[in-house]
């Protein structure tokens, strides 16, 4: 059975800082592509970053210069480095893989509060 085990979020203030991560229990299995997706209350859930196996990127709009994704390919790891944070970015976020052999998984979702 895969999981991903998410870590970090919470609440920081406005223009602040945070770090999530996100690791596969399996560590041996090749994935495509890992990524962020968040939900906010009311909204769709949508993309922030994603990541290929080769390290091509890409942000969305609102996300692009103030957050930064990586992965460790080894480990099966993926991490969102998040600065500047906006009241807007307050949502639950969800890592998600794409394993090449077992297709998508979620993980459970880590809540993001930004708040003064």
């Known amino acids: 059975q895969v999981q991903l085990v998410e870590s970090g979020g919470g609440l920081v203030p406005p223009g602040g800082s945070l770090g999530l991560s996100c690791a596969a229990s399996?560590?041996?299995?090749?994935?495509?592509?890992m990524g962020w997706y968040r939900q906010a209350p009311g909204k769709q859930r949508e993309l922030v970053a994603r990541?290929?196996?080769?390290?091509?990127?890409n942000y969305a709009d609102s996300v692009k210069g103030r957050f930064t994704i990586s992965r460790d390919n080894a480990k099966n790891t993926v991490s969102l480095q998040m600065n500047s944070l906006k009241p807007e970015d307050t949502a639950v976020y969800y890592c998600?893989?794409?394993?090449?052999?077992?297709?998508?998984?979620w993980g459970q979702g880590t809540q993001v509060t930004v708040s003064s």
């Open positions: 998600n893989a794409d394993f090449y052999i077992f297709g998508e998984y």
């Open positions: 399996v560590s041996r299995l090749s994935i495509k592509t």
């Open positions: 990541i290929t196996s080769g390290g091509i990127t």
